[in-house]
């Protein structure tokens, strides 16, 4: 993958939106990953993200009295449109849009590749994502604890990929797909039962 994370944050997007193009209204309503929200929702918070820029968001943020929860549910609920259909048409007119809310590249890598898992496993949709992206992402969040708290679950763990050339941290190891140690680590309950080692009860009490 190159240095920078935009080309394939495209791409990914490009994948997720090809995967819904044939859902159902009843599948456009799964509840995914993220609690309180559809997969629809999720989409539609992806796209919110791809159309901000810094000076929108904060004007956005102030404006839902810096309550970031408001904002972001008042943005997915512009960005859903009338139908699922408004949904997915909105995501794709801006999957190779370069825009984004204040913060660095890598963490709308992150954003993507999360969002995407989040909509797609309970859905029962396989998709192999670039490994290089994975295992960089998960570098970023066991490295900070910004709104994610990713360095807290990891701390203390040795975190091993089974499908990568890839380890970080020292401690009990947790081991299993990079995928799934990504969402494990941004504390995503349904990846854990992916994992072993002597460290994933550690992690478990951490999600």
Not at 178 to 190: D, K, Y
């Amino acid at each position: 993958m190159a240095s920078s994370p935009w080309p394939t944050i495209h791409a990914e997007r490009k994948a997720l939106a090809a995967d819904l193009a044939s859902l159902t209204d009843q599948q456009w309503n799964t509840p995914s990953l993220c609690t309180g929200w559809s997969v629809r929702d999720v989409l539609a918070h992806m796209t919110s993200a791809a159309v901000m820029t810094p000076p929108k968001f904060f004007a956005k943020l102030a404006a839902s009295g810096f309550r970031f929860n408001a904002y972001a549910a008042k943005e997915v609920a512009r960005e859903r449109g009338d139908s699922p259909a408004d949904t997915l048409v909105r995501f794709q007119q801006c999957v190779d849009l370069s825009s984004h809310p204040p913060g660095p590249g890598d963490t709308w890598l992150g954003e993507v590749l999360v969002h995407a898992e989040d909509i797609r496993r309970p859905l029962a949709i396989s998709h192999t994502y670039p490994a290089e992206a994975l295992t960089r992402m998960i570098d970023f969040y066991r490295g900070s604890n910004l709104l994610i708290g990713g360095k807290k679950r990891a701390g203390g763990l040795r975190l091993r990929a089974t499908d990568a050339d890839w380890s970080a941290g020292s401690g009990p190891e947790v081991a299993g797909p990079a995928l799934s140690l990504m969402m494990a680590v941004v504390g995503r309950q349904a990846a854990l039962d992916d994992l072993s080692g002597e460290g994933v009860a550690t992690l478990k009490g951490r999600v």
